[in-house]
């Protein structure tokens, strides 16, 4: 019994989040640098607003992160201190290839990831690399529209396999695209959608959808030609949606919601695009760009495994009034009264960590990562340095513990656990530094303001030693 020996334990973040350095070292702008921190940022994560170029109005928190460009050596080295097995990044694609469309890649970039990774094999840190994490570089945006062109699977591939070839032998573990699912709720944010006046947005959502599954499949078969040492998964922003009462319409219609982001997965981890998905686009009258070459693809690729985050599960109805009732968002829910909410009004139920768990392992039989779970709060640092987030520690013991039972009792298969934001970062959806994720506080405000100091707080000791008994100490 108890997790396997070789169980990953360790952290994530993603490189918009922490890096800074955005006009540093050869790095090109992307999408995610231009998201504004203030009451605009929704608007422009939801390509609504076009923001394309920097403002005086707007602070933007990507410039600066939390300044990892600068300190990844002093946080690998806290990382390793609390016993981390693995470390996910993502890689800034601009770092890379500054404007998406280049030939060659800039070699300062490729520098930066290396000495990023060879600090986390020095610690016996597995890389876990997650190959695009929402950012599109601008000129893509600019010059092509984002993800709505075909085009966009050339410049993705061209970069992907730059990785491949550059780290190869040095990191095994990749994700292909962070919370594929999100290019439903945040299209700019998530593929560099911008919507014109009058232009069909599903259209346009479904067809860049398609271009990024077939992407992935490309990057999957490329990443195992190039190494066939290397796991390649895809990652769900996961979450099961319970019906808000057992009326079989409201059972109906959280299924429904479930489609939405198994639409992805189903064809990530199948091969195929489910019968659901066809008639539900048809019915749309969606037409998808879908080529015979293309089915071929997704068939002959699918993914080693299904990495997700999980936050949160969501209530829905099928009554139109009731669903008024709904809050936040991205994934809007109504209110589930058997749970309590964090202070920005995510529903906290740990049991739907194992819930949605044993629906991803019935649905698809393929090993399982859990790379994104955490509680985003205000902390508060004392004057004399001291951090007591034991509401973390209360959060993450229940959520590890169903974890575990999900692996332990429901015999799920599941490779590890990286903590969101292991050390505090920049909030996606909000752009805040005031909502604060990790087990290391970085002295930084909302807007760009502090020394960038680190300092532990008391969940780095506890999460250190649930990572040295490998979660038997919450027995
Ligand atoms: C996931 C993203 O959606 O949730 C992360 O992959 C994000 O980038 C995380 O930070 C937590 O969300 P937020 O909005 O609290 O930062």
């Not at 080693?304 to 139109?320: E, G, I, K, Q, T």
């Not at 999900?406 to 530094?433: P, Q, Y």
């Not at 680190?454 to 780095?460: D, G, V, W």
Request: hydrophobic share 40%; glycine share 8%; proline share 3%.
């Amino acid at each position: 019994m108890g997790l396997k020996k070789d169980f990953l334990w360790g952290g994530a973040t993603a490189a918009n989040q922490v890096e800074g350095g955005y006009n540093q070292g050869g790095r090109g702008l992307a999408n995610v640098d231009l998201l504004p921190y203030g009451k605009d940022r929704e608007a422009v994560m939801a390509g609504e607003l076009s923001m394309l170029t920097f403002d005086e109005e707007h602070y933007y928190p990507a410039q600066m992160g939390i300044d990892m460009y600068h300190h990844y050596k002093e946080d690998i080295a806290l990382f390793a201190e609390m016993g981390f097995k693995v470390y996910r990044f993502s890689i800034a694609w601009t770092r890379i290839f500054p404007l998406g469309d280049e030939e060659k890649p800039n070699e300062e970039g490729l520098r930066f990831y290396e000495q990023l990774i060879d600090e986390c094999l020095k610690y016996g840190i597995k890389p876990l690399v997650t190959i695009c994490h929402f950012d599109c570089p601008i000129h893509l945006v600019k010059r092509y529209g984002g993800w709505k062109n075909r085009k966009m699977i050339d410049f993705y591939l061209n970069y992907a396999e730059t990785l491949f070839e550059r780290f190869k032998g040095k990191v095994v573990h990749w994700i292909t695209f962070n919370e594929i699912n999100m290019l439903l709720h945040a299209p700019f944010m998530a593929a560099g959608l911008v919507f014109e006046e009058g232009e069909n947005r599903e259209q346009v959502k479904y067809t860049a959808a398609h271009y990024e599954l077939v992407a992935s499949a490309l990057a999957t078969k490329r990443g195992k030609e190039i190494d066939d040492q290397n796991l390649i998964g895809c990652m769900l922003a996961a979450g099961e949606n319970y019906p808000n009462t057992p009326n079989p319409e409201d059972v109906m219609a959280a299924k429904l919601i479930d489609r939405e982001s198994f639409f992805f997965t189903d064809v990530q981890v199948r091969g195929y695009y489910p019968a659901y998905a066809l008639k539900e686009l048809e019915m749309k009258n969606i037409r998808l760009d879908i080529t015979e070459e293309d089915k071929q693809l997704l068939k002959n690729h699918t993914v080693d495994y299904l990495a997700f985050s999980y936050y949160s599960s969501s209530v829905a109805s099928a009554d139109p009034q009731v669903n008024e009732l709904r809050e936040g968002n991205l994934f809007p829910t109504l209110k589930n009264p058997y749970l309590k909410a964090s202070e920005w009004g995510w529903q906290i139920d740990p049991l739907g960590l194992r819930i949605t768990m044993n629906t991803l392992y019935d649905r698809y039989q393929c090993p399982l990562f859990i790379v994104e779970n955490g509680l985003g709060a205000i902390d508060v640092k004392t004057a004399d340095d001291q951090i007591d987030d034991s509401y973390r520690i209360d959060y993450l013991n229940q959520h590890i513990k169903e974890m575990m039972a999900a692996v332990e009792l429901d015999g799920i298969e599941l490779l590890g656990f990286t903590a969101w934001g292991c050390i505090d970062l920049v909030s996606a959806s909000t752009g805040e530094m005031k909502k604060r994720y990790g087990f290391i506080y970085v002295d930084a405000q909302n807007e760009g303001q502090g020394t960038f100091k680190r300092f532990k707080k008391k969940s780095f000791d506890w999460y250190r030693q649930v990572i040295a008994s490998n979660g038997e100490c919450l027995k």
